[in-house]
């Protein structure tokens, strides 16, 4: 991370230059009261997704606004952060400011455990509320429970994800199938491969593929009260009900019809994406998060992306967040890089890298994929229809859910069996959260 | 003596104490006296873990060692003595592979080999004109454990192999010799008089591989992350998740716990029948 010396010597001038200014007016310079300091930065995003791109923008920005301060930056694992982030949080080791697992089990449980620093005050002096919106900002929102969605401010996203159906518009041509619509157009549309000898959606079992699929199709027969009991515990949940025996029993069906691989349960998520850019799938349910892979890694063909149809709900939220430690000893400074994250240049570079931003300026965005990402998720999050994701209410939820999808589209488990099975974890939390 | 106090002796005690807790890795734990226990025993999961272990000590104990001692003698008696010594230590190093290979790389290569699609295992059967029995190997039920049991076996043979190599060695060749002479078949040979002198080894082999069967948790982890369903779940794996996954540690100790209990109960045994059967 350095900065070439020339850059390096203008920003000291110009910090020296803007120091004496504010000294002779009476205020305190930012070069001043913390030259000398050690300011330490983790995050976990690949130097090469969007999220990376930007966020090294934005120490590189960073470092030239505070000549005095040295910075550290550690790169970290997504592992790392969730299965030993409250270690951490709590030993002498931890960083100012660094990108934290979003959820009720990850940041609710450090939140929850006074490990993380409420940054409502903050966020309204510097307005970030009004830079997101509410749908996106819960998961900075945690509650003295640790459940997500309410509560004060723990941490601030920067980037948004939401799950989509994934289309390659080269098969849908040439076997003549239009962009369905509602459930029932994609179902026919399905037919119509499998008509053809075409398995029409590529998915993975074996990873999240079958949950986000398995969620989707529950949310086709749900409103946003069911999302708030399910994800924020504000009502009773029965896994019996009319959205999860659909989501449960159409998954079967699907199987069944041969809309995709019986083969799925064995499949990873790579696997899923290989199919789909090597140009003998037709379809993939899932998340942003592989737009950027899909733009360098689609040769042969033209793709786009339609929202699950007839869903006026999805799976989607405000992306991990940043959070500062409660042992932060340069909390100013960590906020000034958390500010810096929202910044609409830093924001354009992260649409134009391939990302969700989450503000801003749609018209700056000018890859036409990453533009009609950012456009869907401004759309969803204004019209609260991100519905986050099913693992997220419990903790190891995500595992025991892939398991029970496993069982279920193996015929080892029946649709009554799997809603129990998917109940169990869910009403043991929330027996603890009472 | 420090470092025994420090790296095995004060987390073991540690981790009894958590077993009587609730506790969230984070906080202070509260004491809940045997709540854990109690659970640990109305825990279908635990139970479904505890019979895929005795699974796994089939996979990586009784088998490897059956296989294992016939391959050594094999290897020593007549690869050996009709090849030479080269050819079977050649041998045994690629037997041995396995052991010294990274766990990960293994879980990524076996999942390869086994990927239902494009996977080698059912491209070489589809290729062999026996594309009945292709199947998707641990994306299934039936099949997942079966699938893991074999790379288990896979990956314990060389261990076993290179001690009762070493075993053979240091055993005397004319009792092998004389017994032919006798006009003992090979057969004969082996259960009469291989086995016998191998008896030190083959306890010593049994012992640690039940051992290493009952801890197994890498290749769970990296293969199947113990689905689909709980058709691969170990007690280390159900473990580990409670402890990092599920943030209730004080749980997590208990299953270490007992899992702890046991082995040490199964090595008292072992070596109760071992100085049983030296006696004799």
């Known amino acids: 991370m350095k900065i070439p010396s020339f850059r390096r010597r203008a920003a000291v001038v110009a910090a020296v230059a803007v120091s004496a200014v504010l000294a002779l007016s009476g205020c305190g310079g930012p070069g001043g009261s913390n030259a000398g300091k050690t300011f330490t930065v983790w995050w976990f995003e690949s130097p090469d997704s969007a999220m990376g791109v930007a966020s090294a923008q934005v120490l590189k920005d960073f470092e030239a606004a505070h000549p005095g301060v040295k910075v550290k930056f550690e790169q970290k694992s997504f592992d790392q952060i969730q299965q030993s982030g409250t270690m951490i949080l709590n030993s002498s080791s931890a960083p100012d400011v660094l990108e934290y697992a979003k959820g009720s089990a990850t940041a609710g449980l450090a939140a929850k455990s006074g490990l993380l620093t409420d940054l409502t005050d903050v966020a309204s002096k510097k307005g970030w509320d009004k830079k997101m919106a509410p749908s996106v900002a819960a998961v900075g929102h945690y509650d003295q429970r640790g459940v997500l969605g309410e509560g004060p401010l723990y941490g601030v996203p920067n980037y948004g994800e939401f799950v989509g159906v994934y289309y390659n518009k080269d098969m849908f041509a040439k076997y003549g199938v239009k962009v369905p619509t509602t459930l029932a157009g994609l179902e026919s549309a399905m037919d119509a491969f499998v008509a053809k000898g075409v398995t029409p959606l590529t998915m993975s079992g074996a990873e999240y593929g079958a949950n986000h699929l398995w969620y989707e199709l529950a949310l086709s027969q749900a409103d946003r009260s069911w999302v708030d009991n399910f994800q924020l515990f504000k009502g009773p949940v029965n896994f019996n009900d009319k959205a999860w025996t659909f989501a449960a029993q159409t998954l079967v069906d699907w199987g069944k019809k041969g809309y995709f691989s019986q083969d799925s349960t064995g499949i990873k998520a790579t696997d899923m994406l290989n199919a789909f850019t090597s140009g003998t799938s037709p379809m993939m349910v899932s998340g942003s998060w592989f737009d950027g892979q899909l733009k360098t890694g689609v040769k042969n063909f033209q793709w786009g992306e339609f929202q699950f149809p007839g869903n006026k709900l999805t799976a989607g939220s405000g992306g991990n967040i940043w959070v500062v430690p409660s042992k932060s000893e340069n909390k100013d400074l960590a906020y000034d890089f958390i500010n810096r994250t929202l910044e609409t240049s830093n924001q354009n570079l992260l649409g134009n890298s391939g990302g969700v931003p989450v503000a801003a300026d749609p018209a700056a965005v000018t890859d036409t994929h990453s533009r009609a990402a950012a456009t869907t998720f401004k759309t969803l999050a204004g019209s609260d229809g991100l519905a986050y994701y099913p693992d997220w209410p419990a903790p190891g939820y995500y595992d025991q859910q892939v398991k029970a999808l496993q069982g279920l589209l193996t015929g080892a488990l029946t649709v009554k069996e799997f809603n129990d099975t998917i109940s169990k974890p869910y009403e043991d939390y929330a027996s603890q959260l009472k | ?280």
Not at chain 2, 52 to 57: F, H, R, T
Not at chain 2, 203 to 230: D, E, H, M, Q, R
């Open chain 2, 1 to 280: 003596m420090v470092g025994l106090l420090l790296v095995v002796a004060i987390p073991f005690v540690t981790n009894i104490i958590l077993s009587f807790t609730k506790w969230a890795g984070i906080g202070s734990p509260s004491f809940i006296g045997f709540d854990n226990y109690i659970r640990l025993l109305r825990d279908g999961n635990f139970w479904v873990s505890f019979l895929n272990s005795i699974a796994m000590i089939v996979s990586m104990a009784l088998v490897p060692t059956a296989i294992s001692l016939l391959l050594a003698a094999l290897l020593s008696d007549f690869i050996g003595s009709k090849f030479g010594p080269r050819i079977a230590s050649f041998f045994r190093a690629g037997f041995y592979l396995p052991q010294i290979l990274p766990v990960t790389v293994v879980g990524i290569l076996w999942g390869w080999i086994l990927l239902p699609s494009s996977g080698v295992l059912n491209s070489v059967l589809d290729g062999a004109g026996l594309g009945a029995l292709k199947s998707n190997w641990l994306g299934q039920p039936s099949t997942a454990l079966a699938a893991v049991m074999a790379v288990m076996v896979w990956f314990q043979v060389g261990y076993c192999l290179v001690m009762f190599m070493a075993g053979l060695a240091r055993t005397d060749p004319s009792l092998t010799e004389a017994a032919s002479l006798d006009g003992a078949t090979w057969p004969q040979r082996f259960f009469h008089v291989i086995i016998p002198q191998l008896k030190p080894e083959i306890y010593v082999v049994l012992l640690t591989t039940s051992i290493t069967a009952l801890k197994v948790f890498a290749p769970i982890f990296v293969l199947t992350k113990g689905g689909p369903g709980n058709a691969t779940t170990v007690p280390s794996y159900f473990a580990w998740q409670n402890f990092f996954s599920k943030n209730q540690v004080g749980y997590g100790s208990t299953i270490s716990t007992v899992m702890t209990i046991l082995i040490i109960i199964l090595a008292m045994i072992f070596l109760k029948v071992q100085s049983k059967g030296q006696e004799h």
